[in-house]
């Protein structure tokens, strides 16, 4: 074999050599972010639990009742 054979194989082993230790360093990132990804859970604020009480959120729906969510607020600020 010739010198430059010799340089061509020694370039194309180091260049698949760093293929594959590139390959490896990749895999095992991609392993570690699944596993973060699993450990956060991102709740969208649409599906979170609601923080008023239901007996507020109702008279506030019906039409008229706006001095009894009033008068229940006055109420509950006296205690």
Do not use: K, N, Q
Not at 7 to 25: D, E, N, P
């Amino acid at each position: 074999m010739t010198l430059w054979m010799w340089i061509g194989a020694g370039l194309a082993g180091m260049l698949a050599l760093s293929l594959l230790i590139g390959v490896a360093i990749a895999r095992i990132l991609g392993m570690i972010g699944e596993e973060i990804a699993e450990l956060v859970e991102a709740e969208p604020w649409t599906s979170a639990p609601l923080t008023r009480e239901p007996e507020v959120l109702a008279a506030a729906l019906e039409i008229g009742t706006g001095a009894d969510v009033g008068d229940r607020r006055s109420h509950s600020s006296r205690t």
